[in-house]
């Protein structure tokens, strides 16, 4: 069973930057896959990036640029920073870990992007 827990949610205007934290309960060195999904009011959870054990990643066309994804196997966390926000980035942004056969998810941090 691994817990996670988001961080680093807020409001920020338009071209703004956050990172967010997602820090898990147990290892992750061995964790084949790690994520954020994000789901705005309205619309379908959708993925926003990963990111594998062995460091590759993969991003949503939306955020491609904007958006980077790294883990810190030491400190058992990921991250999501996040640059040059847009109003259509305002969502709940979920972590998630994939153990096969088991999914994780934690309860989300959520990122208003407005002026």
């Known amino acids: 069973q691994v817990q996670l827990v988001e961080s680093g949610g807020g409001l920020v205007q338009p071209g703004g930057s956050l990172r967010l934290s997602c820090a898990a309960s147990?290892?992750?060195?061995?964790?084949?896959?790690m994520g954020w999904y994000r789901q705005a009011p309205g619309k379908e959870r959708e993925l926003v990036a990963t990111m594998s054990s062995r460091g590759s990643t993969t991003y949503t066309n939306s955020v491609k640029g904007r958006f980077t994804i790294s883990r810190d196997n030491a400190q058992n966390t990921i991250y999501l920073q996040m640059n040059s926000l847009k109003p259509e980035d305002t969502a709940v942004y979920y972590c998630t870990a994939i153990a096969t056969p088991s999914t994780y998810w934690g309860r989300g941090t959520l990122v208003t992007v407005s002026s």
């Open positions: 147990a290892s992750i060195f061995s964790i084949s896959v």
